[in-house]
Nanobody, 121 residues
């Protein structure tokens, strides 16, 4: 079954950079769209960035100008490049994507397992 596998989390100091990866495990024809979410303890999960078919993107106001969502079609991987990190960026980050398996006409939705990002002061 098609799955999303995340990597790239860790601990960084404020002002530093980190890149998260979300790789598709399994055979697909395309990634129709993808998003990154984050959740801090005691808070609701919030949308951080989205990538849509055709190449358009959308960012939440707190990360606009600092984060970049991108896709490597050859590797079937979605990335979140995080620059100028702040302590308030600390959260568990999740990727989500609409995928079309090679054996299906209809797209399916999948969540990654989540990865911890901690930004120290």
């Amino acid at each position: 079954q098609v799955q999303l596998v995340q990597s790239g989390g860790g601990l960084v100091q404020a002002g530093g950079s980190l890149r998260l990866a979300c790789a598709v495990a399994g055979n697909i024809d395309s990634i129709n769209s993808a998003s990154w979410f984050r959740q801090s303890p005691g808070k609701q999960r919030e949308l951080v960035a989205s990538f849509f078919a055709g190449g358009s993107t959308n960012y939440a106001a707190p990360v606009l100008g600092r984060f970049t969502i991108s896709r490597d079609n050859a590797e079937n991987t979605v990335y979140l490049e995080m620059n100028s990190l702040k302590p308030e960026d600390t959260a568990v980050y999740y990727c989500n994507a609409d995928l079309r398996p090679r054996s299906s006409i209809r797209a399916v939705n999948r969540w990654g397992q989540g990865t911890q990002v901690t930004v120290s002061s």
